[in-house]
């Protein structure tokens, strides 16, 4: 009740701005007392293994949140099982111009056309290596604006370098809607070179650490049965270690006619829900027990998680459902899980 209140007065501000306005609150240590006055009795959730991590609780954030790394406390506090962090990029850069994030507020959606704005990973690092959070961080990593799809595997392989040491798992996005061409990568032979390469770094970074970090791979809800079918193979034939399903959706057909409808972007929340519970099942299965996944993509309610687990996924993200419905949300969603 108290959120939505508030929120009429935030959905007053421009949402970048309101956006940046709530995780700065959420960092004051008046915030965070009060949070943990409220949220002590709901603690207490069964943890889960996943990619051989233990996580305290099957709800994480899903990127973008928090690009940088700069709340991963105050998120942390919120009762999240873990923190997803990014996409970062190997140098910093701003992203498309602003205004870039809408609100369509009668279906409790969003698009964004942020386009991986972030400080770089070199920001990150240090960022992760300030918090003092125990639990699993993912970093999610993508390419720079500048640099071609014929070199970005070369992104990825930077970013993993770097990250190798400050991540529990590292997430490569190749499906957000806003960079031009990185969704090329879910196909054919720059896939497989993709993942083999990527994998192959890891076998080597594995040896030379004697840490295993294991990498998921983040996909569009815009594939079709039969691209799902052929990234699944793939996925499978390179031992990928999760799915994160979905990112986005470039399909706006549920919202032209509202306000904002018709921006470029992709778009979450609830318009979402439904077409990423379905590319979690038929990934499901098509990957069976070999690979868990990841689901996202506009839970904002006990029932929608549930939908998400049921259709076959280990662990849960949310993102607009936040904005929309506070922080409760993310107690009743453990508590019921
Ligand atoms: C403003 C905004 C920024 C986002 N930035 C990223 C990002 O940097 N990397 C990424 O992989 N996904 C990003 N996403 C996608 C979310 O992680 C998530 O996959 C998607 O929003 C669906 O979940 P939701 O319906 O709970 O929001 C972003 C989403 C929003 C709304």
Redesign the pocket.
Known sequence: MFYYLIRKLLFLIDPEKSHIFILKCLNFKFFQLFNKIFSKKNQKSKKIKCMGLIFKNKLGT???ID?NGEYINCLSKLGFGFIEV??VTPLPQNGHPKPR?FRITPMEG?I?R?G?NNLGIDNLILNIKKSHFKGIIGV?IGKNQNTSIKNSINDYLICIEKIYLYASYIAI?IS?PNTTNLRNLQYGTILKHLLYTIKEKQKELHKKHLKYVPIAI?ISPDLSIKELKNISKQFIKYKIDAVIA???TLDHSSVLSLKNGSQIG?L??LP?QKKSTNIISILSKNLGEKIPIIG????NSIHSAKEKIKSGATLI?????LIYHGPDLIKKIIKSL
């Open positions: 899903a990127a973008g690009k990014g996409t994030l969003i964004n942020m991986f999610n996005n957000s983040k979905t990112n986005t992709g979450s929340g979402l996202v993509g506009g839970i993200q949310i993102y607009s459902g």
